[in-house]
């Protein structure tokens, strides 16, 4: 109430790193929560503090699992700020920010925006990528394959588009061959779902920027170490 009377719009950030689940209590007093504990700028490893840890992009994305019937607009899951810019590579620091946008992350920066390089700059203001994260229907992303470390994605879009990404965990180069018309998506949470081999789509490819094929075709692309393959999916 103390908020609502300041007369302007506040958003209020619940932190207690996930420790007494508030994704099950927080929808009605803050519009978003913090889901984990502390991010650290690397993808993948464990940082140990003594008596505490923080967490690599890859530790804290898999902390998400369950999580997504919880958020929506107004109410979102919060993994915490980006590492984007803070010494992983480039790669890594795509993958990242493809993520957040993928679970409909708050996108908040953490680096220093004063010294960001232009690779920087360019991933933190991927307009096609932001849109799938800011999407109306605000839909969190879930897992729909893991084979050999190459996850599957799917993030329900609006007008009926979808949002699908490639996430590469290995240390190598991985090779996709996704068979589109073989593929029925159901959203395991809420009422999305599409099949492959009733609907076609346009492919876009949203890091390179340009159309593909569409998915009557196989998909066959590769997907290098710590990386992602991001597409838009709309109907023709």
Known sequence: NALHKTGRPIVLSICEWGDNKPWEWAEDIGYLWRTTGDIY??????????????????????????LRKYAGPGHWNDPDMMEVGNGMSRSEDRAHFTMWAMIAAP???????????KETIDILTNKEMIAINQDSLGVQGFKY????????????????DWAVTFLNRNEEEMDINFDWKKETIKDPDFDYATDFGENTYKIRDLWEHKDLKNTNKLLKAKVGPHDVLSLRLSQN
């Open 107 to 117: 996108l908040i920066a953490g680096n220093d925006l004063s010294t960001m390089s």
């Open 145 to 160: 394959n893991a084979e050999n470390g190459l996850e599957t994605w799917f993030k329900p879009l609006e007008n009926g």
């Open 41 to 66: 700028n690397c993808f993948d490893c464990e940082e140990d503090h003594g008596d505490w840890s923080s967490w690599g992009v890859l530790q804290i994305l898999d902390m998400q699992e369950g």
